[in-house]
């Protein structure tokens, strides 16, 4: 069935930093959702794409819609130390928008 | 508005019994959710609504059941609770406006222990 691959699985950087992480699936998906989840918290919406191409950024996080449909990628920029959480790519199952999957998530760890 | 909340927040169950997990939400939201989240894992849906009445299965339905009487609450119902039941399970809602996939807002979680 549809899988979303996320990469790296953890990640370890020092404070400033910039980081990128990836989704991608064996299936095209007509929306790509980024959540981050705080430890002890539900998801939060960072970013959401709708069309193929599409770069949108939220403060120092930017997200693009792969051409391909089938990846997307999140970027943030000056890593601090509230930026530590899971990041998770998100889509609608089978296309259809009431059914969202979720990626495993990128674990993102700030050293000090 | 208090968004999406979850009760109870910690519950540990014997293998057989059985309980109601509890969501509501007073956003209007037609459309909510349950999700269950593994250890070091993303995010499974078990259960969705469009609205009252209304519910359908999601990835991992077994083990569990769902009613939708009212737009405010999403119920979600262990019957035998086995230890693969272990997880912290998510309620969300969104308003499902536009046609296109909408935010969805996620309670605080409920964290299930099955012994």
């Known amino acids: 069935g549809q899988q979303l691959n996320q990469s790296p699985q953890s990640m370890f950087i020092q404070e400033g930093e910039d980081v990128s992480m990836n989704c991608t699936s064996s299936s095209i998906f007509n929306t790509w959702l980024w959540y981050k989840q705080d430890p002890g918290e539900g998801p939060v919406l960072l970013i959401a794409?709708?069309?193929?191409?599409e770069l949108t950024s939220n403060g120092r996080l930017t997200a693009q819609f792969g051409i391909t449909r089938k990846d997307s990628f999140l970027n943030i920029s000056a890593s601090i130390p509230s930026d530590v959480g899971i990041y998770f790519c998100a889509g609608p199952l089978q296309n259809r928008d009431d059914k969202i999957i979720f990626g495993k998530g990128t674990r993102l760890h700030i050293l000090p | 508005n208090a968004g999406v909340t979850q009760t109870p927040k910690f519950r540990i169950l014997k293998i057989g019994q059985s309980m109601t997990l509890q969501c509501a939400q007073d956003m209007n939201h037609n459309y909510m959710y349950w999700y269950r989240q593994d250890p070091g894992m993303g995010l499974k849906l078990i259960y969705y609504?469009?609205?009252?009445?209304?519910?359908d299965k999601g990835e991992v339905p077994n083990g569990y059941n769902v009613s939708r009487s009212t737009t405010e609450d999403f119920p979600l119902r262990l019957e035998l609770a086995a230890p693969s039941q272990t997880s912290v399970y998510f309620c969300a809602s969104s308003p499902r406006a536009g046609g296109v996939t909408d935010t969805q807002y996620f309670g605080p979680g409920t964290r299930l222990t099955v012994l």
């Open positions: 794409l709708y069309k193929a191409g």
């Open positions: 609504s469009v609205g009252a009445g209304i519910t």
